[in-house]
Each structure stands twice: as structure tokens, then as C-alpha cells.
């Protein structure tokens, strides 16, 4: 049984930061970051595999702002959010899957989690 659940989101300033947190449980190679406003398609942000942990994420956007980090003792994959701007806000969730890692396929996998809502103002 695969189950995720996201912690972590919030309020900040632009310029400020915050760590997402996906705690996973069932076995899958592939965990990915997406995001979503009500409205707009699910982008995209990040993913990282197993066991190699090959980091992957979406453009330049968040590249060098975002990283995703994850502690394998805690079976908890993180989403580090630095240098927020106002189109970061987003409900975030995270998604698991079996290969490949391609982050286009995995937002839309069926192991997801409930979101948490990211606020940047």
C-alpha cells in the first residue's frame, strides 16, 4: 500500500523560504514535487529517484532555488524552497511512482498526496 503525505507549507514574504516534507510509505523508485493553482494545469517542479538518487528538476525557474533533498532512514523526500517569489504560491503535492522518473508522468501518477497549500506574498 502506497500512501504519501505533504507537511510544511505555509505563509512567507518573497525572499523568504520553506521546507516541504513528503513522508512515503510503500516501496517506489520515483518521487516527484508538483504544483497547482486552481485553474492552470499541475506543473512539474522536481523529482528524484531511487536508489541512485538522480535529481531532476524543471527549468530554470526553480533550478538553483529549489532542491530536493530526502532522508532515506525517515523514508521522507523534501522539497527546499529558497529565494520564494509570488508565483511559487501553489498548492504543492508530492508523487510516487515506479520507473522511469520522468517528471511529465509521475504528477499524474495515482500515488499522490493531499497537498499543501504554499503562500507567498
Known amino acids: 500500500h502506497v500512501q504519501l503525505v505533504e507537511s510544511g507549507g505555509g505563509s512567507v514574504q518573497a525572499g523568504g523560504s520553506l521546507r516541504l516534507s513528503c513522508a512515503v510509505s510503500g516501496y517506489r523508485h520515483c518521487v516527484a514535487w508538483f504544483r497547482q493553482v486552481p485553474g492552470k494545469a499541475r506543473e512539474g517542479v522536481s523529482s528524484?529517484?531511487?536508489?541512485?538518487?538522480?535529481?531532476?528538476y524543471r527549468d530554470d525557474s526553480v533550478k538553483g532555488r529549489f532542491t530536493i533533498p530526502r532522508d532515506n532512514a525517515k523514508n521522507t523526500v523534501y522539497l527546499q524552497m529558497n529565494s520564494l517569489k509570488p508565483e511559487d504560491t501553489a498548492m504543492y503535492y508530492c508523487a510516487s511512482d515506479l520507473w522511469p522518473c520522468i517528471l511529465g508522468a509521475l504528477i499524474y501518477s495515482k500515488y499522490r498526496g493531499q497537498g499543501t497549500q504554499v503562500t507567498v506574498s
Open positions: 528524484i529517484s531511487s536508489p541512485v538518487g538522480t535529481t531532476y
